[in-house]
């Protein structure tokens, strides 16, 4: 029994380093496919073919470009797994502060997107799988066909544009407040954007969650419950519902290790400094430390994420714990 | 039977509902059970028997529902009552205990909040039902039942389950208990535990009981009345002597001589019924039982109803005496 907890989780950290290694290759090769590098992002095309080749060759070693792509790889990796992932020629901080700021506001996002993700798509579900092809399952399956297809960019526009002319109101004009400096500003900061994300989110939710409580609905336990006289709302939650969890958890975790590598778009929108803006300005700058390093970090916080949503099916089914 | 009826049933139907029209599947049953009396129903599988059980309990799942008919029980009428006021009456008054043990109980939810819950549904305070849930689960035999409360479902056997079962059916004293095969998927070596122990627990409580089952030899010592369902039809409906002893429809007398008799040598060991039954969307004309019926004859072309015969009600036009052997 406990060696075979001790084989999962030796499996599991494997599978998690070989995954992390992969994105590490990955993003490393991608960085230099793409066009430009560090020298043209910051001197600009024109500027940078001007260059003499001695002063290319300084600036070239003074990015450390002039090193072969495998020592430059395993160089940042061997910082990387000593704690230092880089430093921003942009900011003058290390990487690791910069994400140690945009982290918290990135996951305050997620938690708050998911939350309203989940306010917004269960209800939904609740309403179409009680009573199937019904004008209340249309509305909640329309709901949920909205939110899937209404682009985050276009309702996040929209709602800060219409918000800020006719009610004059907009709180991301002012500088970002974080949530412990200001709580009070920084959750009506937050309020917007991660009611953007989590329309979006409710429609996956909204419809995993209305396939699996359909599915659970015809099982013969739920006809006990009724058959023990319990009202329809406690059927709906206390046993289908709850029988329907697994499902709604797993697409709920997935969505939330999405949000975790930042909102790029909505986070773009709102001025919110979270960890998508962090990456889409180091791949401006063409820094490949800080996007190298970032993008492992978020990778890393994914499979957290997932090792903690299989965490959650232990909570949820007394048979996962058991088996 | 004598006294009011507790439960009169007369011409339920149940039908599958579609957009292109209802497709009846029992059609116009009637019964009556008096209080504390016990009832066998008996046909093979797919006659109905089961739709009919939960239709009663008024828990038929879409597109199923009863499309005629009126169910008297102690005075109401359950077609006509509102959700609210079935669910009132559904585990306190009438309770079922279901087919397969394997599916019927919440895989998620302790086996102790199981049974309570069928309290709490009804007003009993939290404390108190976990405490009478204890209780409950001793009486249906289940082994340290402060233990075995916190179990979940996987953890037992199906002989157990349907102990939890019996005792979430029995928490609130029901007046009136259906069992629907409970035994049908469990070892025979427990099906015998689990009959005796709703037998003796009917007698106890004084519930009337519908037994639904396929085999009516597992219910014959049990039982004061039977009623035999076939393709959606009561055909006959006797007590439980003259059922044995004196069939007064040819489908039952199949059915009797179907049962093995390992004493009897002069017989054949398994005895089968020609042919099989209609399905619902195959209509007979006449008697549902015709095309297998030894019987038949051109009378059976018109569907017979259920009339008096002898001690119970029989739908045949053969007059008993001119059955062919």
Redesign the interface.
């Known amino acids: 029994m406990e060696t075979v907890l001790a084989n999962r989780v030796t499996r599991r950290v494997v599978e998690a380093v070989l995954a992390l290694l992969g994105v590490a290759v990955l993003v490393f090769v991608m960085l230099r496919v793409i066009p430009g590098n560090q020298i043209t992002a910051s001197l600009g095309t024109e500027a940078s073919a001007a260059l003499t080749p001695s002063q290319e060759a300084a600036l070239r070693a003074y990015y450390g470009l002039d090193q072969p792509a495998l020592a430059q790889f395993f160089g940042w990796l061997g910082n990387v797994l000593t704690g230092n992932l880089g430093i921003s020629q942009r900011t003058g901080q290390t990487v690791l502060d910069m994400t140690l700021a945009a982290l918290p506001v990135t996951i305050e996002l997620a938690i708050l997107a998911t939350l309203f993700g989940l306010l917004i798509g269960i209800p939904l579900a609740l309403l179409s799988a009680s009573r199937p092809n019904s004008a209340r399952d249309a509305v909640g399956q329309l709901v949920g066909l909205a939110a899937l297809s209404v682009p985050s960019f276009l309702l996040g526009a929209a709602l800060l544009s219409l918000v800020s002319k006719y009610l004059h109101y907009n709180p991301s004009a002012q500088g970002f407040a974080r949530l412990f400096e200001d709580p009070g500003l920084n959750f009506q900061q937050m309020l917007f954007p991660s009611l953007v994300l989590g329309f979006g989110l409710a429609a996956p939710i909204m419809r995993t969650g209305r396939s699996a409580l359909l599915e659970v609905q015809t099982q013969d336990f739920v006809r006990t419950a009724r058959g023990k006289g319990v009202t329809a709302l406690r059927v709906q939650v206390r046993h289908v519902l709850h029988n329907a969890l697994v499902p709604i958890v797993t697409m709920t975790g997935i969505q939330f290790g999405y949000l975790l590598g930042g909102a790029i778009v909505v986070e773009q929108i709102f001025s919110v400094p979270g960890i998508g803006r962090q990456v889409l300005i180091g791949l401006q700058q063409k820094e490949y430390a800080v996007v190298q390093s970032t993008v492992l970090v978020i990778a890393l916080l994914f499979v957290l994420v997932n090792l903690l949503t299989d965490l959650l099916y232990r909570l949820i089914d007394p048979r996962v714990r058991a088996s | 039977m004598g006294g009011p009826a507790l439960l009169e049933v007369e011409d339920l139907a149940v039908a599958a509902r579609s957009r292109r029209g209802d497709l009846e599947i029992v059609h116009g049953v009637s019964l009556q059970l008096g209080p504390g009396e016990t009832l066998a129903v008996v046909g093979e599988t797919g006659s109905g028997k089961s739709l009919t059980m939960?239709a009663l309990?008024r828990?038929l799942?879409p597109p199923l529902a009863i499309t005629r008919g009126r169910i008297a029980f102690d005075g109401h009428d359950l077609t006509s009552l509102s959700?609210r006021e079935m669910?009132?009456?559904?585990?306190?008054q009438m309770?079922?205990i279901?087919q397969?043990p394997m599916?019927?109980?919440?895989?998620?939810?302790r086996i102790g909040a199981q049974v309570a819950?069928?309290m709490t549904?009804?007003g009993v305070a939290n404390s108190e039902a976990r405490r009478r849930s204890l209780e409950l689960l001793a009486r249906v035999e289940i082994p340290d039942p402060e233990r075995t409360a916190r179990s979940?479902p996987?953890?037992f056997s199906g002989g157990m389950r349907q102990r939890a079962?019996i005792a979430?059916?029995l928490?609130m004293r029901p007046r009136l208990l259906i069992a629907d095969e409970p035994t049908t998927a469990l070892d025979v070596t427990i099906q015998q535990q689990i009959l005796a122990l709703v037998n003796e627990l009917r007698r106890e409580l004084r519930m009337a009981t519908i037994w639904v089952t396929h085999d009516l030899g597992v219910v014959a010592r049990m039982v004061d009345r039977v009623v035999v369902m076939y393709a959606g039809h009561v055909v006959e409906d006797a007590p439980v002597d003259q059922l044995f002893h004196a069939p007064q429809h040819p489908y039952t007398r199949s059915l009797l001589a179907a049962l093995p008799n390992p004493t009897d040598q002069s017989r054949p060991a398994l005895v089968q019924i020609p042919g099989r039954p209609p399905l619902p969307t195959e209509m007979v004309e006449g008697c549902p039982f015709r095309p297998r019926c030894a019987q038949a004859r051109e009378a059976c072309r018109v569907r017979p109803v259920l009339e008096p015969r002898a001690a119970g009600r029989a739908a045949c036009w053969v007059p008993v005496e001119e059955w062919r052997p």
């Open positions: 939960l309990m828990l799942a959700e669910r009132e009456l559904r585990g306190s309770a079922m279901y397969d599916t019927s109980l919440n895989p998620l939810m819950e069928a549904a009804h979940y996987h953890e079962v979430i059916a928490a």
